[in-house]
């Protein structure tokens, strides 16, 4: 449920990107980044059957080249994030991609790309996007997105709140966010209106990364971390008693997997994903990261349109 001072944010226009970061191989322990890598050595994507059917669907280039291209922005733990090596891509958002890919007789090539990047580039560098996109009709008009995760929003201050700051009413505060998503749209328009009710003024600090967005906030120079829940629950843990989440999670909104829109692939992504539903496959990767609360369990194509 949305707080009163969030009424307002329901007219946002979301051009901008959704999905926060928080890389915990920065603002966490090495512990954090080893626990991930272990859940993500238990997933064996040769244990995935193909989907005949859904494999006779791919476009004939994607075929014959093997694999699926995926952009992803690896700094956004649980989601999708770098082990501690620096290059090897973990996480429930990283392990869907090679269980879609092998459903599709496929294998897994997934880039980082800055996460601005990837929707621009799908049907070109990419095959599909799959990192965290919230759907959104503006979205839904320059590419296809399949949903398959259902996700809020949360807030998280320094442990104790000892700023005693206010969920409800955030005027007044320096709010962290990852620039280019929907929380740095919402802490602009939240500013907007905490000015034009001659309310104190917030102050909205952009950063690359969740992770640099996370440790201005245990720092100090930050009051107020905005991210998607997961990104908010993983930051709480891995800083351990530095950061607490305020309040409760809301604005929940589906996430998807972005295609060209129109595509083969988007068909045929969407029949492989809903297989992985069925059979349970998204659950057990799901529960491994302990983000299975917001599965969906169908896979549908532009659901927002």
């Known amino acids: 449920m949305r707080t009163p ?4 944010i329901a007219a946002i226009s979301a051009v901008s990107l959704s999905a926060c970061t928080y890389a915990s191989q920065e603002t966490g322990s090495t512990s954090g980044s080893s626990a991930g890598a272990t859940v993500a050595a238990g997933f064996d994507p040769a244990t995935i059957a193909v989907n005949e059917e859904a494999a006779a669907l791919l476009p004939q280039d994607v075929v ?22 620096g290059q090897t891509p973990i996480g429930y958002d990283v392990e869907i991609s090679e269980a879609i890919a ?16 990837i929707i621009p580039s799908i049907g070109t560098k990419f095959d599909a996007g799959i990192s965290s996109f919230t759907i959104t009709p503006e979205r ?21 709140n000892p700023a005693g700051i206010d969920a409800a009413d955030l005027c007044g505060t ?29 102050e909205v600090l952009n950063y690359d990364s969740q992770a640099d967005a ?46 060209a829109q129109g595509s083969e692939l988007t ?21 491994g990261w302990g983000a299975s609360e917001g599965m969906l369990t169908t896979a549908e194509v532009n659901p927002a349109s």
Not at 73 to 78: G, K, W
């Open 64 to 85: 014959d080249r093997g694999t699926l291209r995926i952009g992803m922005e690896t700094t956004y733990a649980p989601a999708e994030y770098l082990d501690v090596d």
């Open 5 to 8: 001072a969030l009424v307002a």
């Open 140 to 160: 839904e008009q320059v590419a296809d997105m399949t949903s398959y995760l259902s996700v809020g929003e949360a807030y998280a201050v320094a442990a104790g």
């Open 174 to 202: 320096t709010i962290a966010v990852q620039t280019g998503t929907v929380q740095q749209d919402e802490a602009n328009q939240m500013a907007t209106d905490c000015a034009d009710a001659g309310k104190n003024a917030i």
């Open 214 to 259: 996370a440790t201005n906030v245990v720092g100090g120079k930050a009051d107020v971390l905005f991210a998607d829940s997961p990104i908010i629950g993983y930051a709480v843990e891995q800083t351990g008693d530095k950061l607490e989440q305020l309040g409760d999670a809301f604005a929940t909104a589906s996430q998807g997997i972005v295609t």
């Open 102 to 117: 092998a459903a599709l007789g496929l294998e897994a090539d997934i880039e980082s790309a800055a996460f601005d990047s």
């Open 267 to 287: 068909d045929a992504l969407a029949l492989a994903l809903q297989g992985l539903m069925d059979d349970g496959t998204l659950k057990t990767i799901l529960d």
